[in-house]
């Protein structure tokens, strides 16, 4: 496809997004969260919006299936960012990647007694990775969603998961223990589109920069 094509997930990233497209003048033409339309054009003729699963989004452009998209940090520490163009931190849909535990558990004390523990996650590689950089034996459990209640049914001793308000492990009687790292969404661009379609991609990447964070 000779125009542009711009992947992004329904939800924060979608509505996040939108005012950063506008300052390079692009409006999609219709609502994702009530078409079931899947394309969607834009109120530019070369421009088009793909709409895909949030863990989806680097494979599309690193495909080249789409030139541009929108992915968080998560995401891309979780399923790596390889040859894809990272040029943006859009410092939207922010959170902070934690480990939590059921309120009253002795984490500490587990953890110096060096029982070994089980961590429920959607996020198995930066778990591993947090926990071996601090000596930390677990035993980590692949979850898809809803990792809050894996402590409460017995499935785990903790979760490694995002919060923003904090207000999912408050109403789970979960508390958060330990940082692991701040999390925005990017800007993916697809490398080879960067060179080919240069003069349509580099507008739009400083329409988008000038407004970001303000
Ligand atoms: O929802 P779906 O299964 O379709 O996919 P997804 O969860 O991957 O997509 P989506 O749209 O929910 O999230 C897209 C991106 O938003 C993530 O990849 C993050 O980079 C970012 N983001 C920002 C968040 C949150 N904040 C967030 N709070 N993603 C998820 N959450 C969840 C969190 O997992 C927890 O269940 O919200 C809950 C906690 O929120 P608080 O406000 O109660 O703390
Ligand atoms: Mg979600």
Redesign the pocket.
Known sequence: MDGITIAL?????YEETLPLLAAAGIEPLENPETSRKLIIPTTRDDVRVVIV???DAPTYVQYGAADIGV?????LLEHGGDGLYQPLDLKI???RMMVAIPAGFDYQNAVRQGARLKVATKYINIAREHFAAKGVHVDLIKLY????LAPLAGLADAIV?????????KANNLVAIEHIVD???RLIVNQAALKLKRERIDPILDAIASVVGK
């Open positions: 997930s329904k939800g924060r990233i699963r949030a863990t992915a968080g940090k998560d995401v849909a922010k959170c969603g809803s990792m809050e998961d995002l919060v923003s308000t904090g207000s999912t492990l999390i925005s969404s």
